[in-house]
C-alpha cells in the first residue's frame, strides 16, 4: 500500500489562529505542500476541489466556552486495486483557545491522532443526544462499514462499528469506488439520518442513533445518470450525482453533478421517481461570472451548506447557487442556479467574489430530551449559560440593513415567528423562521424614523423581544 500525504495543517502566524471565535464562524486554517512531489495527483491542495471538502471541521467544547476543536481528515493517495483513490489513513484534532492570545486566540496543539483506522476521507459531525459531546462519523472506501467515535471534549471515549447487511461492493468498477471513496457524508440538520453514494448514479438513506453511534441502512435508490454534450461533442456519458444536501425538515434532498441540479422527496413511495430537475446545466464561470464558452467548463458547483437563514447555498469560487425555499417542492423551492442566473451572483448585483461553502456540524442542534441519553457520560451537568429564547437586533440603531438573531431551546421546529411592531402597535413585518434557522435580514431603508419592537413569538406566545431605532 502507497502512502503520499497531500497536506499538513500549520500555524500562519506564531501566537495561533487569529481572528473572531470559531463557532459559527470561519475558521482562519491554512494548507499547503511542503514541496516537490509531495502531493501525488494535487500539487495545489488549496485549489484541489477534493481536498477542499474535506480539510476540516470545527466544533465548540461543550463543557468549557471558548475552547474548540479543529478535527481534520489526514488524506492520502493509496490503492485498492485495481483503484487508485484518495482516503484518510488518520483522523486529527486541534485545539484552538480563543480566551488566550488577549482574545485573539491560541493553538494549544495541533495535529493529534484519535483514529488511526484507514477510512473514506470524508466524516460527518452530528452533536451526541446530550447536547455536548460530538460524535465523528467515518466509512471505509466501499461505504459498507461506519466508525463512529464519540468525543468528550478532545478524548475519544467510544467508538462504535456499524455494517450494511444486505449491500455489497461486488459490482463496484472503479468508478463506482472513486465515488463512493470521495463523496461526503452528508447529516440531516435533526442529525438522525445519514446519506452516501452507493456506487456512481445510486445513493443510500441511513438513520444514526446519536445516543448510540449505530449507523443503520434505511434505503437506497437511484439517483440517476444524465449524457452531458455540447455543441454536439459528448462530454459525459453519464454523469452521476455525487453532492447532497437534506432540507431543513428532512423531507426533500438536494443533489448536484456535472450535468444538474435536481430535488428528491424522501417522504414519497418511490424516491427515484419523485426526482425534479431544476435549472439548467451548472456550466463553470469565470472569475467575471461569465459561462465558459467552448464546453469544457463543466463542474461549476461546490459542497451544500445550510445556511443561518434557512436557506441552500452551493458557492464555489465565482459559481454561486442558492434554494430560497428548500422544504417546498420543484420550482416553489425558489432556485437560482448561478450558470442561469450569469453574469449577476445569486446571492445580488455587486457579488463578483471568490466565496465557498464547506461542511460543518449542527452547532445548535440540542439535546435528545427524555431520551436514554442523559445516562452516558456527562450529560447531567448542568446547561451551558445562556440558554432559552432571545433576540437581538444588529445594529441597533440602523438606517439600512438589520441582522435580526435568535436564540431558542430548540430549533428544530418551524413555530417561531419574528414580528416587527411600531409605537402604535401596528405588526409591519413579519418573518417565519425555518427549522434550524436563526438569522434574518431586515431592510429599513424605506421605514419611518423611529422606535420599533421586535417581537420574538414560539407557538403563538410571546418569548423575547428587542428594541430597534431606525434614523435617517
Given at each position: 500500500m502507497r502512502q503520499e500525504s497531500c497536506a499538513v495543517l500549520y500555524q500562519r502566524q506564531r501566537g495561533g489562529l487569529l481572528g473572531p471565535p470559531y463557532h459559527e464562524r470561519?475558521?482562519?486554517?491554512?494548507?499547503?505542500?511542503?514541496?516537490?512531489?509531495?502531493c501525488k495527483w494535487f500539487p495545489d491542495t488549496v485549489e484541489n476541489f477534493s481536498y477542499f471538502n474535506y480539510t476540516y471541521q470545527i466544533i465548540p467544547d461543550g463543557h468549557e466556552e471558548g475552547n474548540y476543536y479543529l478535527l481534520h481528515s489526514f488524506i492520502t493517495a493509496e490503492d485498492w486495486e485495481p483503484c487508485s483513490i484518495v482516503a484518510a489513513p488518520k483522523m486529527q484534532i486541534s485545539k484552538i483557545d480563543m480566551k488566550a492570545n488577549g482574545g485573539l486566540g491560541e493553538v494549544t496543539y495541533k495535529n493529534r491522532y484519535f483514529d488511526e483506522e484507514t477510512m473514506g476521507a470524508a466524516f460527518g459531525v452530528v452533536r451526541h443526544g446530550n447536547g455536548r459531546d460530538w460524535w465523528v462519523v467515518r466509512r471505509s472506501p466501499d461505504g459498507l462499514y461506519f466508525r463512529s467515535t464519540l468525543l468528550h471534549r478532545d478524548t475519544a471515549v467510544l467508538t462504535v462499528e456499524s455494517t450494511m447487511p444486505g449491500l455489497s461492493a461486488d459490482w463496484f468498477d472503479c468508478e463506482d469506488l472513486w465515488a463512493s471513496a470521495h463523496n461526503l457524508i452528508h447529516v440531516s440538520p435533526d442529525g438522525d439520518m445519514l446519506l452516501d453514494n452507493y456506487g456512481s448514479g445510486y445513493a443510500k438513506l441511513m438513520a444514526f442513533d446519536r445516543c448510540s453511534g449505530g449507523v443503520s441502512l434505511m434505503d437506497t435508490f437511484s439517483t440517476g445518470t444524465s449524457q452531458l454534450e455540447y455543441m454536439g461533442n459528448e462530454l459525459c456519458a453519464a454523469c452521476a450525482i455525487d453532492g447532497f444536501a437534506f432540507s431543513p425538515s428532512g423531507r426533500y434532498l438536494y443533489g448536484v453533478g456535472y450535468a444538474e441540479y435536481a430535488q428528491f422527496d424522501l417522504w414519497a413511495p418511490d424516491v427515484t421517481a419523485s426526482k425534479v430537475k431544476l435549472g439548467g446545466v451548472p456550466w463553470y464561470m469565470d472569475d467575471f461570472q461569465q459561462v465558459e464558452d467552448g464546453g469544457g467548463g463543466v463542474g461549476g458547483f461546490g459542497t451544500f451548506s445550510l445556511g443561518p437563514d434557512g436557506k441552500l447555498y452551493n458557492l464555489w469560487e465565482t459559481m454561486h447557487s442558492v434554494i430560497e425555499h428548500p422544504d417546498e417542492p420543484g420550482d416553489a423551492s425558489g432556485f437560482c442556479i448561478a450558470a442561469d442566473n450569469a453574469p449577476v451572483s445569486c446571492l445580488g448585483p455587486g457579488v463578483p467574489y471568490y466565496l465557498f461553502s464547506t461542511p460543518h456540524p449542527h452547532y445548535r442542534l440540542g439535546p435528545l430530551t427524555g431520551s436514554g441519553c442523559d445516562t452516558i457520560l456527562s450529560s447531567t451537568e448542568p446547561p451551558l449559560t445562556g440558554s432559552g429564547y432571545g433576540v437581538e437586533a444588529s445594529p441597533s440603531v440602523a438606517s439600512w440593513q438589520v441582522e435580526v438573531g435568535i436564540t431558542l431551546p430548540s430549533y428544530g421546529n418551524n413555530t417561531t415567528e419574528i414580528q416587527?411592531?411600531?409605537?402604535?402597535?401596528?405588526?409591519?413585518?413579519?418573518?417565519?423562521?425555518?427549522?434550524?434557522?436563526?438569522?434574518?435580514?431586515?431592510?429599513?431603508?424605506?421605514?419611518?424614523?423611529?422606535?420599533?419592537?421586535?417581537?420574538?413569538?414560539d407557538k403563538g406566545r410571546e418569548r423575547a423581544s428587542a428594541r430597534l431605532v431606525v434614523v435617517r
Open positions: 470561519a475558521a482562519r486554517a491554512s494548507t499547503r505542500a511542503p514541496g516537490g512531489d509531495f416587527v411592531v411600531d409605537m402604535l402597535g401596528r405588526v409591519l413585518h413579519r418573518h417565519r423562521f425555518p427549522p434550524y434557522a436563526y438569522l434574518h435580514t431586515l431592510d429599513v431603508r424605506d421605514w419611518a424614523p423611529g422606535l420599533y419592537n421586535l417581537v420574538l413569538l
